[in-house]
């Protein structure tokens, strides 16, 4: 019986367009691609999408590094490039308030801090749906590090074995259901495609596998009462 779903954020709930952010400086494909590769690719981008690194110790250990690129290094952290960088999943959304009818939802993600404050604008009703959140950059950790999965099953008390988990990383899948962690669902969130019929689809058959379950109890209560 599932009680819980976890959904992620990057690739679920948010699309990203890094390249086509890029846009809006103007900069031609090869810098585009050099500045994605600096920012969100390198060794630093990974110890501060763990919070090992806050945002200023981040963009100066960046610009130390390749300090010909401070002007465009500077730019990925505005505003207006978050903006366009990050993308509602409306759709996706829209799932997870209709499956918080019926299940406690929560949010597990990868997500750098600097992206806090533009997820948040996006999705600024969340809380109304949610039963709690937890992201990488706060417990300095990772998906598919196991020790992320166990804090998140601890700190809000979940049963591995009553959780889904929607993710679009196939190796955070395989951490998640894996025998160590136990989280009995892993559904691979691919876009754009049916993933969002076939997860409500998976998780409307078994809530009314649920219902089903609850009614032969009432039942047999009632053959009980009556004897």
């Known amino acids: 019986m599932i009680k819980n779903v976890v959904f992620d954020v990057s ?6 367009d890094i390249l ?3 846009n ?3 900069w031609n494909k090869d810098l585009k691609k050099e500045i994605a590769e600096i920012v969100f690719q390198g060794e630093e981008s990974q110890n501060y999408i763990e919070g090992k690194y806050d945002t200023l110790m981040f963009t100066k250990t960046l610009i130390k590094r390749y300090p010909k690129r401070r002007k465009e290094i500077n730019e990925v952290f505005t505003d207006e490039f978050l903006r366009t960088l990050m993308l509602p999943n409306e759709d996706t959304y829209d799932l997870l308030k209709e499956l918080s009818q019926h ?4 949010i597990l993600s990868n997500l750098y801090t600097f992206m806090l404050k533009r997820f948040n604008e996006m999705f600024g009703d969340i809380d109304n749906y949610i039963k709690g959140s937890m992201f990488s950059c706060d417990v300095k950790m990772k ?3 196991p020790k992320i999965f166990d804090l998140f099953l601890h700190r809000f008390n979940l049963n591995p074995a009553e959780t889904a988990f929607i993710d679009d990383t196939k190796e955070n899948i395989i951490a998640a259901t894996s025998k160590d962690i136990g989280i009995k669902v892993g559904i691979h ?5 049916e993933t969002n019929l076939k997860i409500y689809l998976l998780l409307l058959k078994d809530l009314q596998a649920n219902k089903e379950t609850d009614e032969k109890k009432r039942k047999e209560m009632l053959e009980i009462e009556k004897v």
Do not use: Q
Not at 103 to 106: F, G, S
Not at 189 to 193: G, M, Q, T, V
């Open 24 to 26: 809006i400086f103007g």
């Open 103 to 106: 299940y406690n939802v929560y």
């Open 189 to 193: 969130y691919k876009w754009p495609d």
């Open 143 to 145: 998906k598919p590090d």
């Open 11 to 16: 690739g679920v709930l948010v699309r990203f």
């Open 20 to 22: 086509g952010a890029c």
